[in-house]
């Protein structure tokens, strides 16, 4: 199934309306979709890359307004829709484990859920079922999904299609790694 809805995703690449499926994909993805608006977002660039970060623009804007979707998932309709969507991502221990210290470090959660291949969509429910400052979350969300979807655009922009390889297979460990190294350089300075 999850196969057939990838390909269904990548096909709407190429229709003329393909800016709309991307907006539409980057909402839902932000709350409960399963595909990520990469596997459109790459091919699109690739294909008119002049248009690179009106592309990314169109994602970012619909990934954040999606976000505030699963937030409001998180924060009114947990029980209903929130903890199944959790259960279906497998992610209910790891939700429940975290809950309690979310607010504490939830900015730096959206930060990490939001440019790594982590699903964004726990991180926006888990941020409306605790109550995380919604300001925070906002600007936390701008922050994350500007550098990963900026980040995409910019790289195919100036290099085409001979780094969509890197992009699709390596650049989530990239970001994983440089959210590591940005935490753990925070962590140094706060207790050396």
Known sequence: MLQRLYNWTISLAGSEYALWALAVISFAESSF????????????????????????????????????????????????????????????????????????????????????PFPFKIITITSGATGLSLPVFILASIVARGLRFFIVAALLWKFGAPIRDFIEKRLGLMFALFVALLIGGFYVVRYL
């Open 33 to 116: 979709f399963p595909i990520p608006p990469d596997v459109l977002l790459i091919p699109m660039i690739i294909a008119a890359p002049r248009r690179a970060f009106l592309i990314a623009t169109v994602c970012l804007v619909s990934s954040v307004v999606g976000g505030l979707f699963g937030y409001f998932i998180g924060a009114q309709l947990y029980d209903l829709v929130g903890k199944p969507l959790i259960a279906f991502y497998g992610k209910t221990a790891a939700v429940a484990q975290f809950k309690a210290e979310f607010n504490a470090w939830g900015a730096w959660a959206v930060l990490v859920a939001g440019v790594t």
